[in-house]
Structures are given as structure tokens and as C-alpha cells.
């Protein structure tokens, strides 16, 4: 398979994990900053011929972004067969429609840019909520995989009497998913924002909660509040102390901070973004993603 991977900067590790499951190369990359900050790229190795997969771990993606397409725009000129993204973490999906006059789209703005200078994405669990499908924004062959396996295989193997729960309606689709491969119940509770940190929930009948452990499974972890308030309730009503799982760790600002005084009684994330939570690996899924995607394009160029 002519396939290699390039990590862009800060997603070394993850890059490694990729192309050591998948037995390829991982192309070097130079990068650094000039005096003005503005970023100089350099491959150090060979991609002619080669379908590449830049692996991009876009946590705060705005100065990420210039790097990423002029580096992919250097790939095809280098030769490069096709170039994708791999983006465990893919950001700008929550702007999904235009809620007040003059505001930008900026998920379908995003996936223009991204569809423009890539031939696919390989991504894990974006945030759909009012798109049915990658498929509906971005011009190219767009890749989701889900956590829901991983997730279940860690809450199998170190959580006794487990009971999933959904800290809104959102969650239910990872929520139910995560619920049936762990063998166990689950609940969703119901969610009414009033602003980016102020969080109102109306929990379900819990008596199916008694006496096991809650697990709150959720697919972004930002400000922490819809964790938190989540957490205190199940806590106030004589629960078990809830474990917190997050598939994409963003931890904004003291988000961390937040949920660990709430009183989670752990708090664990995949591997999609680094983070100290960091405790489900997705690097398989993600990789046989990959392979699967460049094995196509071999076959149908």
C-alpha cells in the first residue's frame, strides 16, 4: 500500500500511533515560525506516488489552519497521489445554521475550506446535530468513525454495575450506542441552555439508577457546565458518584477544574485530542479508517 503519514506540529504522537498500526512510513515535516509568525513548512522525505494522510489533532484550530492547507497544497505539488485529513477531532461543527441575522455558517464555511485542499477526511464522532451526515457539507469522501466500541470495551473491563447516561438529547445517539455494547441500561436526561455556561436539566425517573454506577457519556467536553450540573444533580439524589467519559477532551478554559469539583468520581477521554484524561485509546478504528480509505483509492484512482 503506497500509503504514509505527516503529523502536523503537536500531533506527533498520535501521527506515530497511526503509522506504526498500519506498518507505513511517517513522512517528517519541518516546520517553524518566521520572525513575523508566519509559518514555514518543509517535507524531508519523499511522497511522490504516495497517498498521505496528514494527521491534524485540531484543538484551538485557528492557527492551525493556515499550516494545515498550505501544507496539503505543498503535498500535491509535490506529487503526493491523493491527500486526506485525519482529524479525530474535527472542529467548527457546532455553527450549523444561521440563528441570528448576518451570522456566518461556519461549519459549511470550514468544510469548503477542508473539501477544497483534501480527497477525504477520516474523523471520529463529529458533532451532527441539525446535519444529518459529513456527507450533506463536505465536497469529498468524509469518514466518521465511532467511539461507541472503545467506549463500551473500557467501561466492560473498569466499571462495575454500570448505567449510561446521556447528559441531553444530543448524546443519545453515542449514549444508546455505548449502552448496548456494554450490556447495560441507560437514561438521558433532558437539557435547556440559557447561555454558553448557564445549564438547566430535568433528569428522568432514576429509580433504575439505584444502586449501580452512573457512567455520562457525552461527545464533547468544552466548558464542563452540562458535565458538572449533570453530576451534582445525580449526586444530590443519593447516587453513586458518576464517572465522566468525553469522547473529544477540549477542556476549555477551567472546564477540568469545573468538573472535578462537582464530584465525578473520574473523569476519562479518548485519545482524539491530548489530554491528562486520556484513557480510551481509538488509535485501531482510526487507523483501519485510514487504511481502508487509501485501499480504495489504490483500486479506484
Not at 461556519?106 to 471520529?124: D, K, P
Not at 456527507?135 to 463500551?152: F, G, H, N
Not at 480509505?293 to 489504490?298: N, P, Y
Request: proline fraction near 6%; charge should be negative.
Amino acid at each position: 500500500m503506497n500509503l504514509c503519514v505527516v503529523a502536523m506540529p503537536g500531533s506527533e504522537h498520535c501521527g506515530e500511533q497511526i503509522a506504526e498500526h498500519l506498518g507505513v512510513a511517517r513522512c517528517r515535516l519541518e516546520s517553524r515560525r518566521f520572525p513575523d509568525r508566519e509559518i514555514y513548512l518543509r517535507m524531508l522525505d519523499e511522497v511522490q506516488g504516495q497517498h498521505v494522510a496528514v494527521v491534524a489533532q485540531l484543538r484551538d484550530p485557528d492557527p492551525q489552519l493556515p499550516g494545515l492547507l498550505f501544507l496539503a497544497d505543498a503535498l500535491r505539488e509535490l506529487g503526493a497521489s491523493s491527500v486526506g485529513l485525519v482529524a479525530p477531532y474535527l472542529p467548527y461543527m457546532r455553527q450549523d445554521i444561521r440563528f441570528h441575522a448576518g451570522e456566518a455558517i461556519t461549519s459549511r464555511s470550514f468544510a469548503r475550506l477542508v473539501s477544497n485542499a483534501f480527497a477525504w477526511l477520516v474523523t471520529m464522532d463529529p458533532h451532527l446535530h441539525r446535519v444529518a451526515s459529513l456527507d450533506a457539507i463536505y465536497d469529498l469522501r468524509a469518514v466518521a468513525v465511532p467511539s461507541a466500541a472503545s467506549i463500551a470495551a473500557w467501561v466492560r473491563t473498569e466499571v462495575m454495575n454500570p448505567h449510561i447516561v446521556g447528559p441531553d438529547e444530543e448524546s443519545e445517539q453515542w449514549v444508546r450506542d455505548v449502552a448496548a455494547r456494554a450490556d447495560c441500561c441507560y437514561s438521558v436526561l433532558r437539557k435547556h441552555r440559557s447561555g454558553d455556561r448557564s445549564v438547566e436539566l430535568t433528569l428522568p425517573d432514576l429509580d433504575p439508577l439505584r444502586g449501580r454506577t452512573p457512567v455520562l457519556v457525552d461527545d464533547i467536553i468544552s466548558s464542563g457546565q452540562t458535565m458538572a450540573t449533570t453530576v451534582r444533580e445525580l449526586v444530590a439524589m443519593g447516587l453513586a458518584a458518576p464517572i465522566c467519559i468525553g469522547v473529544h477532551p477540549v477542556f476549555a478554559g477551567d472546564a477540568l477544574t469545573v468538573l472535578e469539583a462537582a464530584g465525578a468520581s473520574r473523569i476519562v477521554s479518548c485519545h482524539t485530542l491530548q489530554h491528562p484524561t486520556n484513557a480510551i485509546d481509538v488509535t485501531i478504528p482510526l487507523a483501519e479508517a485510514v487504511r481502508a480509505v487509501a485501499t480504495d483509492r489504490e483500486r479506484n484512482p
